[in-house]
């Protein structure tokens, strides 16, 4: 039950704010509510009921009865039910509520009792350098309601928070109440509305101004800033030209509204808990809203690759040109089942990398480049898609961001470099134009289930490229005899990108960097589009062809 002792010292604390000139007819109201009824018994006695008790008249902690729906409070509450916090709606004569969490006027007047009760014994505020009426108990719940971790604390007499250096606390340190309130309750506000949580640790971006998320990805971007200035785009871009034009449009937006007060800056901020009970801040920066909008866009251009969404128009992925969410990133070079603990590490390095305007780490390029070739084994059927979706296009992004931040800016797009001599470049066009030539002459029930040679050897391929290609051309002779029939396109293609190698590169068995991955995206991209282009072609003539029949 409710401890009789905490009952007394509310009452009393509610009554001397009645007492006191700044009391509202509902504070009234209320008080003479607690004075005459039970409030635990009207939450078990009304209809329908709140809070419910056992045949020995305890409250329930936990719903027993599996057969019956269980009530809200159950699902609201964690923990203790009775550590719940009751909110007071007062019925006006007029007919009207006023839910006090809600008025205004009334936590005016409680400011102004906490100084008339409390404020007689001034202390020097550290923060602000004011006296000031200072407290010792600063909030709690600053991350997430329920959060026991606290910015600043100093209760622990017995330990060594200050003992060897101050008599107490205060000598070390002392805040005003006024100054803690309006902080940690500022900060809980940005955190609730803005911030990024994963694992108990928070990442802050803020200004007065809106500011873009550093965690979301490209086509997101577009659509918040087109909710925050209500601007809308004629139509959904199409191509990677009018994406990059629509992105620069979207900063120029941001920018606009920094211009016009250049002294705007936006703070950045990372929070954890290393116990229970005490809160960290691991990072803090501020840049001028032109610097943190530069960096926005240098994340976003550098690793801007093709991508498909989750999200599906019929059967079909929702496709943009930009960058997937950081998450996306982490799951594409480390997998789908990474822990949460190992998610929040990865995702700090990522919000450093893009709020500082560096590459992305090495490791994290290996370690996708890893994964793509591994994977590629189980990529049969409907899983090419997933595979192709969520692994080999975010991988492109980070090779991008790699190429464009440690090779003064060597820029990569998905349109197809025909003049690339790279050998790591053509040998992953190579490998396309082989899966393809396979892929083609598949029968409508193979496609389900068959795995081509390319995407078998891909691995091997990728760690020894010249011994592994005469493999894979040798099991592709009997595909070649049938792609013949269609005009030997792709024979046709492997001899054009096999005649740009110099001879020592293709002999060479040195293993791939991640550029071969680019090349094999890319021509096959072409090949896709050059495929789209034909069909429509064709369904044009039989368009024609039937309107001159009909004539």
């Not at 014994?121 to 407290?135: F, I, N, Q, R």
């Not at 200050?162 to 008599?167: D, K, L, Q, S």
């Not at 290996?366 to 994977?375: G, N």
């Not at 039989?542 to 309107?547: F, V």
Request: glycine share 6%.
């Amino acid at each position: 039950m409710v401890s009789i002792h905490g009952s007394i010292i509310y009452c009393h604390l509610l009554g001397n704010w009645v007492a006191s000139p700044y009391v509202t007819q509902e504070l009234e109201a209320v008080y003479r509510y607690i004075l005459e009824h039970d409030a635990i018994d009207d939450l078990c006695t009304c209809e329908p009921p709140v809070l419910f008790r056992d045949d020995g008249g305890k409250i329930l902690q936990k719903w027993p009865y599996k057969d019956k729906p269980k009530p809200p409070i159950f699902s609201a509450v964690t923990g203790d039910i009775l550590k719940a916090l009751v909110r007071f709606v007062v019925q006006r004569n007029d007919g009207t509520e006023v839910p006090l969490w809600l008025d205004t006027q009334l936590q005016k007047k409680y400011q102004q009792f906490l100084l008339y009760s409390f404020g007689k014994e001034l202390s020097l505020c550290y923060a602000t350098g004011k006296m000031m009426p200072v407290t010792e108990k600063h909030n709690k719940g600053i991350r997430y309601p329920g959060d026991g971790a606290k910015l600043i604390s100093s209760n622990d007499t017995a330990g060594f928070t200050f003992r060897g250096r101050f008599t107490d606390s205060k000598e070390c340190v002392s805040i005003g109440y006024e100054t803690s309130q309006k902080a940690i309750n500022a900060l809980m506000w940005l955190i609730r509305n803005q911030g990024y949580i994963v694992d108990g640790r928070v990442f802050l971006a803020w200004s007065t101004l809106p500011v873009p998320s550093l965690f979301e990805d490209t086509d997101t971007f577009l659509s918040r800033y087109r909710q925050h200035f209500q601007r809308a785009y004629a139509q959904r871009p199409n191509t990677m030209q009018a994406w990059a034009e629509n992105l620069q449009k979207a900063l120029s937006g941001y920018k606009h509204e920094f211009e016009k007060d250049k002294s705007q800056q936006v703070n950045l901020m990372v929070l954890d808990a290393a116990t229970p009970g005490r809160l960290s801040i691991c990072y803090y920066d501020a840049l001028s809203g032109k610097d943190f909008l530069q960096r926005i866009e240098l994340w976003h251009h550098a690793g801007s690759w093709l991508q498909h969404g989750s999200v599906h128009e019929g059967d079909k992925a929702i496709s943009y040109f930009g960058v997937p969410t950081p998450r996306t990133l982490i799951k594409a070079c480390r997998g789908d089942n990474i822990s949460d603990k190992r998610m929040k590490m990865e995702l700090e390095r990522i919000f450093y990398c893009i709020v500082q305007g560096r590459s992305l780490p090495q490791d994290m390029e290996q370690a996708v480049r890893r994964r793509v070739v591994h994977t590629a084994v189980q990529a049969t059927g409907r899983q090419y898609e997933q595979w192709r979706y969520h692994v080999l296009e975010p991988a492109c992004s980070v090779i991008c961001n790699r190429l464009y931040g440690q090779r003064a800016k060597e820029a990569y797009t998905v349109a197809l470099d025909e003049e690339n001599h790279n050998r790591s470049y053509l040998y992953g066009r190579m490998l396309a134009v082989a899966d393809r030539m396979e892929r083609i002459t598949f029968k409508k029930e193979e496609q389900g289930r068959r795995l081509t040679n390319a995407m078998k050897y891909m691995e091997a391929f990728s760690a020894r490229p010249a011994t592994t290609w005469q493999t894979i051309q040798k099991r592709l002779l009997p595909y070649e005899l049938k792609c013949e029939q269609y005009g030997g396109y792709e024979r046709r293609r492997l001899n054009q990108i096999g005649s740009m190698f110099e001879e020592k590169d293709f002999l060479s068995d040195m293993p791939l960097d991640g550029r071969f991955l680019l090349g094999f995206y890319c021509q096959q991209y072409a090949d896709q589009q050059a495929a789209e282009e034909r069909r429509k072609r064709r369904m044009a003539q039989q368009a024609q062809q039937q309107e001159q029949e009909v004539k």
